[in-house]
Structure formats: C-alpha cells, structure tokens
C-alpha cells in the first residue's frame, strides 16, 4: 500500500512543474513585450517539446495521460485558431480513447501505480546490462517524446486550421470510435482470459493455452489493431485540414505495433505448455484485422462455395 501510494504521489506531482509553468504563460501571454512569453506564444510546438523533456516519463502511465493534456494544450494556446465542433469533438475523443485505456493499464495492474516494469524494458535492461542506463535515456524515454508529439500532432492541426465540419471529419470520428471500441472488448476479453487462468493455477489445474474466442477467434491481437485504427482516425482529422504529412504519425505507430507483435508472438512460443497450440493459432488466425480462419476458407473452396 505504502508503495502504490508513493508512486501514485510522483506520477501526480511530477507534471506539476510544467502545467505550473503553461498556466503561468496562458496568464500572461498578453505581454509579449516580455521575451520568454513572446516565445511560448510564437512557438506553441518547441515549448511543448520543452515542457515534455523536463517531466520524468513513466511511459505506461503517463502514456494514457499525456495526448490529454496535449490536446488542451493546443486548444488553450493563444495562437491557437479552430473550428468549434472539431475541437471539441477531437477533445472528447482523446478524453474516451484515455479513460478506455487508463482503466485497462490499471485494471492489468491490479489498480496498482508502477507495480512493475514493461517486461520489453526489463529484457533489453538484462540485454544491455551496466549500458543500459544510457541507452535506455536514448531508447526508452526520448523516444518516447519523439513518438507521442508524432502521433498527437492532427491535434495541433486541428487547433491550427479552422475550416467548417465535413463529411471526413464525420468519417474520422467513425474510425476513432471504432478503434476504441474494438480495442476496449479485446482488452476485456484478455483480462478475463487471463484472470480465469490465474484462477486455475491457484487451484493446481491445467492451464488454457490461448484465447481464440470472441474478438481474438478472428485476429490475434485485436487491441492493437484497434489502438491503431484509433491513431489512423485522428490523422483523418488533419488530412482533411490539408496536412497529408500527419499519417507519418500512425504510419510510425504501426510499424512499433509491428515489433511488439513479434516480440510478443515469440514470448508466446517459449512457453511449453501453449507453444503448439499457438503455433496451430498463428497459422490459422490472422496477424491484426479481423478475419475468418484460413482453415474455414479452404473448406470453403473445396466445397466450391
């Protein structure tokens, strides 16, 4: 309790400093005789950039908090110039998306604060040995500012360009929903699948090899194809503000996905009692979208439907 009530107290008092600072500057921004809010005031992206350098990053939790924080950021800006329904759509949105998956992250946690590092971190810690304190400020964290202000920025977009709601911003709120949804049923779908076998160990019976059922009968890794489609229909947001460049983001996000799939599926196999049956499971299911078994679609053709 002492230890969750600890790491609680730092995630909550280490942004402080900067959002200290931004409204501070929000407060006297009308002073542009004064050279640092002059600054803020013409260079909304490399303040925020600054303001992310200066905070401690705790990756899993402040990566929930973070694009939150973000998009008002760029909403409260004085520079900052928008539509009134897409910013307030696009706010929501990244309201939803982060409640979704801040109660996921905590309920995997056990609605503990930073009980435990990502077990990636803690394989390329052991990879790295005595280096890694170095490589990870390189690897892990500055990364991770270089990746998030990426995939956020059609929220700087959308608070940038203020042009009246269209027939893609309708599309864009569509994919984002989807996303979110998706993501959220296949994280529940896990967490129960992962509880009900904790439950059998504690019992002394056989564990269930792998979920396929519900959303993960169809992909293997249906919550991250829905965290994508999430990230693909905020970047719809600022294409259709005229800024093609934004699915650099997702296009980014993507191929990190990629490498955590491969990482994962590797995990998956070492582990002897689920190693066959994953193995059966990777060859019939697809990777990320959602599709029928490979298995039913040859029966399919030889029974010439």
């Known amino acids: 309790m002492g230890r969750n009530f600890k790491n609680a107290f730092i995630a909550f008092l280490a942004p402080l400093p900067s959002i200290f600072f931004y409204t501070t500057f929000l407060n006297n921004h009308h002073h542009n005789h004064h050279p640092i809010w002059s600054w803020c005031h013409h260079h909304p992206l490399l303040l925020i950039n600054l303001l992310f350098f ?13 694009p939150v924080l973000l ?25 939803v998306w982060a409640v979704r998956l801040t109660h996921s992250y905590f309920r995997r946690e056990k609605w503990q604060w930073g009980a435990r590092e990502d077990w990636r971190f803690t394989d390329l810690a052991q990879q790295y040995g005595k280096n890694w304190w170095w490589i990870s400020f390189f690897a892990v964290y500055l990364i991770q500012q270089v990746f998030l202000i990426g995939v956020c920025l059609p929220m700087y977009i959308v608070h940038s360009i203020s042009i009246p709601w269209n027939i893609l911003d309708t599309a864009a709120v569509a994919v984002c929903l989807t996303g979110i949804t998706i993501a959220y049923i296949a994280d529940t779908q896990l967490h129960s699948f992962v509880s009900q076998n904790e439950k059998l160990k504690q019992l002394g019976k056989p564990l269930v090899p792998n979920l396929d059922a519900g959303l993960w009968y169809y992909s293997r890794h249906p919550n991250y194809f829905g965290e994508q ?23 980014v996000n993507t191929l990190c996905l990629a490498y955590v799939t491969i990482l994962v599926e590797r995990k998956m ?8 049956q994953y193995k059966l499971y ?7 979208v959602p599709w029928f078994k490979s298995s039913v679609i040859q029966e399919a053709k030889e029974k010439g439907c």
């Open 229 to 251: 489609l999430w990230w693909w229909g905020l970047a719809i947001f600022g294409w259709n503000l005229g800024c093609t460049w934004v699915f650099v983001g997702p296009l």
């Open 71 to 95: 998009v008002h950021y760029f909403q409260l800006h004085p520079g900052s110039m928008f539509d009134f329904w897409r910013s307030r759509v696009v706010v929501a949105l990244t309201w």
């Open 282 to 288: 990777q060859k019939r299911t697809s990777v990320w």
């Open 54 to 66: 200066f905070n401690i990053n705790m990756i899993d939790v402040y990566w929930t908090v973070i």
């Open 269 to 276: 196999v070492k582990l002897e009692y689920r190693a066959e």
